[in-house]
């Protein structure tokens, strides 16, 4: 139904399989990794028009590492995801940084 793509490859001793057009579809792109145990989604947005006026790229990224993944499952009465930790946010300027640049 879906236009799904997958390529897989042997990395590290691993194997690392990139798969794009099955989760995520109304993002404008997205793919989702898989190395060894470790899944990363990565997915992507983008307006359709510039706003006027705009004199800076709006560029947001937005890493969030969900409890579960680590094996910490909140009890008691926070049950759900938290705010960003301050780790979080650190990894979030790392991936920032260094695409910034890439774009006019």
Known sequence: MFD??????EWGGKTLTLETGRIAR????????TYGETVVLCA???????KDGQDFFP???H?????SAAGRIPGGFFKRERGATE?????????DRPIRPLFP
């Open 4 to 9: 799904t793509k997958t390529v897989s490859l």
């Open 26 to 33: 109304q993002a404008d792109g997205a793919v989702l990794a």
């Open 44 to 50: 992507v947005t983008a307006a359709k028009s510039v």
């Open 59 to 61: 560029l947001t990224v």
């Open 63 to 67: 890493y969030q590492e969900k409890f």
């Open 87 to 95: 780790k979080e946010t650190l990894t979030s300027r790392l991936i």
